[in-house]
């Protein structure tokens, strides 16, 4: 059964610093997704990644996909306070999800 | 006009209460999903119909039970409410040309 990893948990930085947040999967998956929660809101759905190599851009957020590495990035750059939300990896046919990562972007 | 809505968005009740959650969307999708999220903000799969039929059914107690009239509706029917149902329950639908999923806003549930 799939199984996704989050890391960091959570993960304060200053605005204008860049980081990356990992997802690591435990078996093959042939999708990988990205999501922001906004606290009380739903699930905004940031990138849809579907194959290997696969790299997506929008604004200050980038997302690839290594699929041998099993592993997915959420990198960010010249981070603003709007950024702040969860942010959730998930993958797989059943949208398997892990745990997020909280990230406070401070000014 | 919203894609995929619930409601209602706010539940409380007693327990051991019988309550029902809706799900409708208007994106013609052919699937459609129940989440639960706790209050550490993990998600989990509960439910996944697809054209009506149920596809995945994860371990939740026999307490729930979903409900699919049609490929556009979803709805979440819990028997006897425990505290610890009390949680958000996120609707979601996808279709297989389109992967992407999307969330309804979630229907925070707290049973008192």
């Known amino acids: 059964e799939l199984k996704v990893e989050q890391n960091p948990l959570f993960l304060s930085m200053q605005e204008g610093k860049n980081y990356t947040i990992y997802c690591n999967y435990s078996?093959?998956?042939?999708?990988l997704y990205w999501y922001r929660q906004d606290p009380g809101k739903s699930l905004e759905s940031l990138f849809v990644?579907?194959?290997?190599?696969a790299v997506k851009q929008e604004g200050r957020l980038m997302a690839s996909l290594d699929t041998k590495a099993r592993l997915s990035t959420l990198h960010i750059t010249a981070a603003v306070h709007d950024l702040s939300a969860t942010y959730f990896c998930?993958?797989?046919?059943?949208?398997?999800f892990g745990a997020g990562t909280i990230l406070r972007v401070k000014s | 006009d919203t894609a995929v809505s619930q409601t209602p968005k706010y539940l409380v009740t007693q327990m051991g209460n019988d309550k029902s959650i809706k799900c409708e969307q208007n994106?013609?999708?052919?699937?459609m999903y129940w989440y639960k999220q706790d209050s550490k903000k993990f998600l989990k799969i509960m439910f996944s119909y697809n054209n009506k039929e149920l596809i995945i059914n994860e371990t939740v107690p026999n307490r729930f039970s979903p409900k699919s009239p049609d490929k556009a509706h979803l709805n979440l029917h819990i028997n006897s409410l425990e505290l610890g149902d009390s949680a958000v329950y996120f609707c979601a639908s996808s279709s297989v040309r389109n992967t992407e999923a999307f969330f309804g806003q979630g229907t925070r549930l707290t049973v008192v």
């Open positions: 990644l579907l194959s290997n190599g």
């Open positions: 994106l013609g999708h052919d699937t």
């Open positions: 078996t093959t998956s042939d999708r």
């Open positions: 998930a993958g797989g046919n059943k949208l398997v």
